[in-house]
């Protein structure tokens, strides 16, 4: 729920000191909570990207890491070399 409005000018002037410090108090708690829901929804942002990184490394290398997968299965390969993967990450 987004709730933008403020209180009125005439509203705050003519509030009690208690009632300042109990809107001042609800604001800092409103303020913490929307600032915890932003954390959580960048690192959703950031998983989201490396998830698609991933992606995009299996788009660009898969035949070759199955082909790879193959030799190593085969036994014709015992090292495996990702010089090659890092040159084009």
Request: charged share 30%.
């Given at each position: 729920?987004?709730?933008?409005?403020?209180?009125?000018?005439?509203?705050?002037?003519?509030?009690?000191?208690?009632?300042?410090?109990?809107?001042?108090?609800?604001?800092?708690?409103?303020?913490?909570q929307c600032?915890?829901?932003?954390?959580?929804?960048?690192?959703?942002?950031?998983?989201?990207?490396?998830?698609?990184?991933?992606?995009?490394?299996?788009?660009?290398?898969?035949?070759?890491?199955?082909?790879?997968?193959?030799?190593?299965?085969?036994?014709?390969?015992?090292?495996?070399?990702?010089?090659?993967?890092?040159?084009?990450?």
């Amino acid at each position: 729920m987004v709730d933008l409005a403020l209180p009125s000018l005439p509203y705050l002037l003519e509030c009690s000191t208690n009632g300042l410090q109990e809107l001042e108090l609800k604001s800092l708690d409103l303020a913490a909570q929307c600032s915890k829901r932003a954390e959580a929804e960048i690192k959703q942002a950031i998983a989201y990207r490396e998830t698609a990184g991933v992606c995009r490394f299996l788009i660009v290398h898969r035949s070759d890491l199955i082909d790879l997968a193959r030799l190593i299965v085969d036994g014709k390969q015992r090292l495996l070399h990702f010089e090659e993967f890092r040159k084009t990450a």
